[in-house]
C-alpha cells in the first residue's frame, strides 16, 4: 500500500521520457474506456482499456477502496479483492465481475479469527490472495507477516509458517509495510509463491535484493519447501507476483515520489530450477542464485489512453497500481502469426487508499509472456 509512499519517495526511479497521448473511444456512462486499435507499450505489451468505474463507488453504504488483490474465484465466476486495511473496519473481500466493465457482485465477505472476530484494517494488513481448488482464500498480510486460509464463510482455519527473520524487526529483519506483500497460485493448485515487498536487513548491499516463498501442497497442508532470491531495479518494490504457465512468473515492480507518481514495471521470471536460498544469510554475496527476469512492460510508457490523474503523474495513466491478474488471450491476434500463442490478458487494478487524490482504476493489458 502507499503507506509505502513514505519509503519509495525516498528510493524512486525516475523515467524521463515525455509520454504520447493516444485516441480513445468515448467513455460509457460506466467509466469503460478502450482504445480501438490497441496502443503498444514497450517492449513486449499493448493497452487495451482502463476503467474506473469501481473509483469510489458505494454499495449499500461501503466505499469500495483499498483493493490490494485479484484472483480468480471459480465458484463465484467472478474475482476476488480483499481491501489491505481501513482503520477498524472490518477486514471485506469484494466480489468483482468482468474486468473489462468491472461491477461488484454481492455482498463482501468478511474474514474472520479463529473465535469468530472480524479482523480489521488494525489487526491485518490483507495485501495478497489466491484461491485454492477447493474454493478457500489463502490471505498473505503484511502485519506480522502471515499467511491465513480462511474458509468460504471467511473463518480462519490455519496460518502456513513463516521463517522468522522474514518477521517484522525487532523479532526478525523485516520492515514494517514492507513484507508479504504479493501471492499467487499455480494453476495445479499445488503450489503457493508469497513475495517480499522489500528486502530483509540480512540481505545487505544496494537494498535490491527479494525474497520469495514457496509452498507446496503435501497431505498435512502446505508445507515451505524452499526461498528464491530475486532482484528488483534501483529504487523499485514488489506489490504483486502472479504464475502464468507452470514454473513462470509475471512480477509487478513499483516505485512513487511525489514529483514523477508511480512508476510500474512488469518482468517475467522462470523460477522452475531456482535455487533454494533458505540457507543463503546475505544475497548480496551470492549474486549468481538470483533468478533472472526479462523486461515485458514499461507500463509508465504505454500511451496515456486519454485518462486523467488527481495527482502528479509523468504518465496520467498510472496510479497505485498493486493487483495483477494473468490469463492466456485466447483468440488474440496482436502479435502475428503466432496468435494467441504466447499472448496473455494482463490486468492491473490500483489501490487508491480511500484517498480523495488517488483512483482506482483498472487497466487491460495484452502482453507476450516467454
Not at 481491501?83 to 473496519?89: A, E, I, K, T
Not at 489463502?138 to 522474514?166: M, T, W, Y
Not at 489512453?305 to 497500481?321: C, I
Request: hydrophobic share 40%.
Amino acid at each position: 500500500m502507499i503507506g509505502d509512499r513514505v519509503r519509495a519517495a525516498a528510493t524512486v526511479v525516475a523515467a524521463g521520457v515525455l509520454l504520447a497521448s493516444a485516441a480513445v473511444a468515448p467513455a460509457s456512462a460506466h467509466g469503460q474506456h478502450h482504445h480501438p486499435s490497441r496502443a503498444t507499450c514497450p517492449p513486449a505489451a499493448s493497452a487495451v482499456g482502463y476503467s474506473d468505474a469501481l473509483d469510489k463507488l458505494v454499495v449499500d453504504g461501503q466505499e469500495i477502496g483499498g483493493l490490494s488483490n485479484l484472483a480468480w474465484d471459480s465458484r463465484r465466476g467472478s474475482y476476488a479483492a480483499s481491501v489491505d486495511n481501513h482503520g477498524s473496519d472490518p477486514s471485506r473481500v469484494w466480489f468483482i465481475r468482468d474486468l473489462s466493465h468491472p461491477r461488484p457482485v454481492g455482498d463482501p465477505l468478511i474474514l474472520r479469527k479463529l473465535d469468530g472476530t472480524p479482523y480489521t484494517g488494525e489487526t491485518a494488513d490483507n495485501e495478497g490472495m489466491a484461491v485454492l481448488p477447493d474454493g478457500r482464500f489463502v490471505v498473505s498480510s503484511e502485519v506480522e507477516p502471515s499467511i491465513r486460509i480462511f474458509s468460504r464463510s471467511g473463518l480462519q482455519q490455519q496460518e502456513l509458517p513463516v521463517p522468522a527473520r522474514f518477521a517484522v524487526a525487532p523479532k526478525g529483519e523485516a520492515t514494517e509495510n514492507a513484507t508479504l506483500e504479493g501471492l499467487t497460485i499455480s494453476r495445479s493448485g499445488r503450489i503457493l509463491i508469497a513475495s517480499m515487498e522489500g528486502t530483509l536487513s540480512g540481505d545487505t548491499g544496494d537494498g535490491s535484493f527479494r525474497r520469495l516463498l514457496v509452498y507446496a501442497k503435501s497431505r498435512h497442508g502446505f508445507r515451505l519447501t524452499k526461498q528464491i532470491g530475486y532482484r528488483v531495479d534501483d529504487g523499485m518494490r514488489i506489490p504483486e507476483i502472479a504464475e502464468y504457465a507452470p514454473g513462470k512468473l509475471l512480477i509487478m515492480e513499483a516505485a512513487w515520489s511525489a514529483d514523477v507518481g508511480n512508476t510500474i514495471t512488469l518482468y517475467a521470471s522462470d523460477i522452475s530450477h531456482a535455487r533454494d536460498v533458505s540457507r543463503v544469510q546475505d544475497l548480496a554475496t551470492t549474486r549468481n542464485l538470483v533468478v533472472h527476469k526479462r523486461l515485458i512492460d514499461d507500463v509508465t510508457k504505454c500511451p496515456d489512453l486519454g485518462a486523467t490523474a488527481k495527482e502528479t503523474q509523468l504518465n496520467p495513466l498510472m496510479d497505485n497500481f498493486e493487483a495483477m491478474a494473468v490469463k492466456p488471450a485466447i483468440n488474440d491476434r496482436s502479435f502475428g502469426a503466432s496468435g494467441h500463442r504466447g499472448a496473455y490478458d494482463v490486468t492491473l487494478l490500483s489501490d487508491d487508499n480511500f484517498n480523495e487524490s488517488q483512483t482506482t482504476r483498472v487497466l487491460d493489458l495484452v502482453a507476450q509472456l516467454p
